[in-house]
């Protein structure tokens, strides 16, 4: 169980990023590619992906197993702004040489572990440059074979992520937001509860929380293990079944093809102009005066072209745009 206290001055620290984590993605989906859990969720993509492996992404696969400790260093603060990877992993270069040896001892030592580290971690622990740079590489090479052909799903999911948080908090503020995540987060004023594979007592103590959506985080939140870090909780969001098929599959979510040509008309035009900022299909019908039914119908010829998703939250689906939604939208305003 992990048990997250706050005090006063941290409900009103608490943020939500604004976009998705390039390492904390990397990290979690690393750990998904290895493992087996979820196979409804990322059966496909690991089967598009676990060929693409090159023998130096070992060096990530051993550093971020499926259970266990994981070295905080992979995953530093980023603020939670969503910077490009470039940066993300510039910043992970240059961890200082004691905080290295501190994660990687650690590391070393966990229960899971069943053999020393190799000499190329030993090289990273020691802040070697050459071993420092093929660690960066790795970063890159695999985001580019493993995530960069999926992001734009990612980004467009972890949107209507927050998309559905901007609704809890403008309904309930922060005790709304953190209630918003039931059933993964249990908000127990004045304390955020989940289920966790070690007992742990997280005390902000007056720094706040971000809370970090992750397209590849499953079933249960993650946080780091060191104490003294900027506090963070890592949490799963849900996922559109299919999202990894190839777009020209029958039941692929993002079969846009066949689709684009049923999007002609006044009223679909409308609610992919109306969901930029989220609506569920009740509020489309009454702002658009039309059935239920017909934003239902409507809502689904524009999710399956991949114009927006739609998430169920309790009785309600809310719908919000993707990055291809939006673009076809500029498009139309620059003509």
């Not at 949107?159 to 503020?173: E, F, H, I, P, S």
């Not at 959506?213 to 079944?241: E, G, K, M, N």
């Not at 190839?246 to 109306?274: C, F």
Request: a positive charge; one cysteine or more; glycine letters at 8%.
């Amino acid at each position: 169980m992990l048990r997250v206290h706050f005090t006063t001055d941290d409900i009103a620290r608490v943020r939500v990023a604004a976009a998705p984590d390039p390492l904390w993605e990397i990290a979690n989906s690393v750990q998904a590619l290895v493992g087996d859990d979820g196979p409804l969720m990322f059966g496909d993509w690991r089967r598009l992906v676990r060929p693409r492996l090159r023998p130096e992404h070992g060096l990530l696969t051993t550093l971020l197993p499926p259970r266990g400790y994981s070295p905080d260093f992979l995953t530093p603060d980023l603020g939670g702004s969503g910077g490009g990877l470039e940066g993300a992993v510039d910043t992970v270069l240059r961890t200082p040489r004691a905080v290295l040896r501190r994660d990687l001892t650690r590391f070393a030592a966990s229960p899971r572990r069943s053999r020393a580290l190799s000499s190329g971690i030993r090289a990273v622990a020691e802040g070697e440059r050459e071993a420092l740079a093929r660690l960066g590489g790795t970063f890159h090479d695999y985001h580019r074979h493993a995530l960069a052909p999926f992001w734009p799903h990612i980004r467009a999911q972890v949107d209507a992520d927050r998309a559905v948080r901007v609704r809890a908090v403008l309904k309930g503020g922060t005790d709304g937001l953190l209630a918003s995540f039931r059933p993964v987060l249990r908000w127990r004023p004045p304390v955020l509860e989940a289920d966790y594979p070690v007992d742990r007592e997280l005390h902000l103590s007056g720094r706040g929380l971000l809370l970090q959506p992750s397209f590849f985080c499953f079933r249960r939140p993650v946080t780091l293990a060191a104490p003294d870090l900027p506090p963070v909780l890592v949490y799963p969001i849900q996922h559109v079944l299919g999202w990894a098929r190839p777009q020209d599959s029958p039941d692929s979510p993002h079969r846009g093809t066949a689709e684009l040509s049923a999007l002609i008309g006044r009223t679909r035009a409308a609610i992919l102009q109306d969901v930029v900022t989220g609506r569920t299909t009740g509020e489309l019908a009454l702002r658009l005066g039309i059935s239920g039914a017909a934003a239902s119908q409507h809502t689904a010829v524009l999710r399956r072209a991949g114009l927006l998703l739609s998430v169920r939250r309790s009785r309600h689906v809310l719908h919000t745009i993707t990055p291809a939604g939006l673009a076809l939208l500029e498009g139309a305003a620059s003509v």
